[in-house]
């Protein structure tokens, strides 16, 4: 048997083939059956090829005749009618993802979630009794609070299956800054933990509506440098506010009128003033206790290759024997004391404040919300990305406020994801939201059975706890740094230096704001200005167009002729630029030349607008685009469109600009505009030669 030599096919096997395929032309004409066989003698050989990759047992996938091997896909369509209720079982597992994990759960995903849930809350149940003590001034079981009720709601309604939900340092340290301020600036009363409270209900409503109504997209608009500029900020701030708890300094401060709402240059000038009256004891602590921290953290960093190590509790660890020693030798240091419980309360709403305050109030539960947000939409789709499955912003956004909801309404504080505890749930083995709830249900094992154990804790080590915390904070920001000045973005160095400086000289809030507002600002500036560029004619071609600014040196203007590619779709927020732009590239023939230089084009007498990047429009845009037809049209200027797809088509046919430009000026290539122009040029020679 002879084969092919060009792809190792048996010729018998590709005379067989032409039969089958002569058969399934046998309808056809005698003329239109010897044409198809005569075309595909040609092609036998890819033919054969592409047939013996085809599958053919099943009879509803067609057979194109394609010289690639690849067969076309099929869509797996379900037209199975739905009743209500499939409808409504399918459409829960999306809104609950409890639902649709938690029936295929096992054995072998308990024990990782397991040892995930028990290492989490040998740091986070420490972590949470700092947090309200230290930075929101509240009883330590609020804390405890914050971590129970958020991590079991969200386990319900999240879907991010590595994220740990708690409080945070920072939304922590904005919430008793806050209560500070009020305090600062008014005489009246004001309940601290009801205030804590409120604003952790209104951060969840926030939060919960900016996912109903599909805002998740707003984390990509918090610029990078703007976030680590306030997180780094916040780092700095918490490190010295927590420095005056780990020195033994918290008397001598308050005497000198040091209180949460001090701004961080007056803690600096305390501590420059009253180092040597340093507590020998409290700071004796509190070092051991950070050096501690730190030390088991740089080991764990440079033997992450050691599973076991990684889950080691060096926190726990550090606050266990802090109790046991205070309490055997007695010391004579701030300690936890007594915390006050009546175990779970009944949820309630708590006790709104006057309407002068209820402003500041809502302001700053707004940024706490953007804030946790942003933060934790990044970790979950950080660690989806790693374990291959999907999350939803909107779903996130949704979950985490109903949490603080529910937090809110049990007297907790706002809790959201961590970039550092998620990371330790992750290596811990955390695979289903099992874990976040296993680490929930611990906090409630600890308010009702371990709250008498914390009596002797020093307030030193919950400080040391913090400090090391916030540590983290600034673990990338020698990263981001090396980067900017690597690349050269000094207006991101800028940006964070901005944030950084407003957080910490200022305050948090004026940091939170400012972040908040050029990050808006700086996106509304770069949506505002619609992306075009001039085109021109490749030299040595006769229609080859490209951008100019792709390669000048190769690519000429053309006289008397404006090329203009549309970018981008049109709409409202992007066209209002949209006639300046196009003045400037009439003139200069590109953005970058300042308006004030000389004009450096000729006047053009033809305009071509290649929209084949615009699938869409919306009316305000139709309407400055008609406005611009009928300017350039006052001036005798010829408009031509080529590429207008179908939407953008339909809206200028309803708005009348199709027939404004002409249906003789509209075509599908560029250089069927340009061969057009010549010949209307050529016209105009001839007239003007007579």
Not at 173 to 190: M, N, P, T, Y
Not at 404 to 417: E, H, M, S, T, W
Not at 513 to 530: M, Q
Request: proline share 4%; net charge negative.
């Amino acid at each position: 048997m002879a084969t092919n030599q060009s792809t190792g096919i048996s010729t018998s096997h590709s005379h067989a083939s032409l039969t089958d395929y002569a058969d399934d032309t046998s309808s056809l004409s005698s003329r239109d059956s010897t044409d198809v066989l005569v075309r595909n003698v040609a092609a036998t050989s890819s033919l054969d090829e592409t047939r013996l990759l085809l599958p053919t047992g099943h009879h509803n996938i067609p057979r194109y005749m394609t010289a690639s091997p690849i067969p076309s896909a099929q869509l797996i369509l379900d037209h199975t009618p739905k009743d209500t209720w499939s409808l409504i079982k399918m459409r829960s597992k999306y809104y609950l993802p409890i639902l649709k994990w938690l029936p295929h759960y096992n054995a072998s995903l308990f024990l990782g979630d397991l040892i995930a849930g028990l290492t989490l809350s040998c740091l986070l149940v420490p972590q949470g009794l700092s947090y309200a003590t230290a930075l929101c001034k509240l009883d330590a079981i609020h804390g405890l609070y914050a971590i129970a009720f958020p991590a079991v709601t969200y386990g319900i309604f999240g879907m991010s299956r590595q994220m740990s939900v708690g409080p945070e340092a920072t939304l922590s340290l904005l919430v008793g800054s806050s209560i500070a301020q009020q305090e600062l600036h008014d005489d009246d009363h004001i309940d601290r933990l009801a205030w804590a409270c409120l604003m952790t209900l209104f951060v969840g409503i926030f939060t919960f509506l900016l996912g109903i109504v599909r805002l998740g997209f707003l984390d990509s608009l918090m610029s990078r440098a703007l976030l680590r500029g306030f997180i780094t900020g916040v780092a700095v701030v918490v490190m010295l506010q927590q420095s005056i708890i780990l020195l033994g300094l918290v008397k001598l401060s308050e005497e000198a009128g040091i209180t949460e709402a001090s701004t961080s240059i007056e803690r600096i000038s305390f501590l420059f003033h009253n180092i040597q009256k340093t507590h020998v004891l409290s700071a004796a602590v509190s070092g051991v206790a950070v050096a501690v921290l730190l030390g088991a953290r740089v080991i764990k960093s440079k033997l992450q290759q050691y599973r076991l190590l990684a889950l080691f509790p060096e926190v726990l660890l550090v606050v266990v024997l802090a109790t046991v020693l205070t309490w055997f030798f007695d010391w004579k240091i701030d300690i936890l004391g007594e915390i006050e419980s009546a175990g779970v309360p009944l949820p309630s709403i708590p006790v709104f404040p006057d309407n002068k305050h209820l402003k500041d109030l809502l302001v700053t539960s707004a940024m706490i919300s953007v804030i946790g947000f942003v933060e934790s939409v990044v970790i979950a789709k950080t660690y989806s990305s790693r374990h291959n499955y999907s999350v939803s912003a909107n779903r996130e956004l949704v979950a985490l406020g109903v949490a603080n909801i529910v937090g809110g309404l049990f007297q907790g504080i706002p809790a959201f994801g961590s970039v550092a505890r998620s990371k330790i749930n992750d290596r811990a083995g955390a695979r289903t939201q099992m874990a976040c709830m296993i680490t929930g249900v611990l906090a409630l094992v600890a308010i009702f059975f371990l709250l008498p154990s914390f009596y002797y804790l020093p307030k030193t080590v919950l400080s040391a706890i913090i400090f090391v915390a916030v540590l983290s904070l600034l673990g990338e920001l020698p990263e981001d740094l090396h980067f900017i000045f690597k690349i050269g973005a000094w207006r991101d160095l800028g940006l964070l230096l901005i944030t950084f400086l407003g957080t910490v000289v200022i305050s948090l809030e004026f940091g939170t704001l400012v972040a908040i507002t050029l990050s808006l600002l700086l996106t509304i500036k770069e949506t505002s200005y619609p992306r075009i560029s001039i085109m021109g004619r490749v030299k040595g071609t006769h229609n080859e167009f490209r951008a100019i600014h792709d390669d000048p040196d190769e690519i000429e203007h053309l006289e008397s002729v404006l090329v203009v590619r549309v970018e981008e779709p049109l709409f409202f927020a992007n066209t209002g630029q949209l006639k300046d732009r196009l003045r400037r590239l009439e003139n200069y023939g590109d953005m970058s030349t300042h308006p004030s230089e000389r004009p450096r084009r000729n006047a053009s007498s033809y305009i071509i607008f290649d929209v084949d990047n615009m699938p869409d429009i919306d009316a305000s845009a139709v309407q400055i685009m008609y406005e611009i037809v009928e300017s350039y049209h006052a001036q005798h200027v010829a408009v031509y469109f080529v590429h207008l797809r179908e939407r953008p088509m339909d809206m200028f046919r309803r708005s009348g600009l199709l027939d404004l430009i002409g249906k003789d000026h509209m075509f599908q290539e560029v250089s069927q505009a340009i061969q057009v122009i010549e010949n209307d040029m050529a016209k105009l020679g001839i007239e003007i030669l007579q």
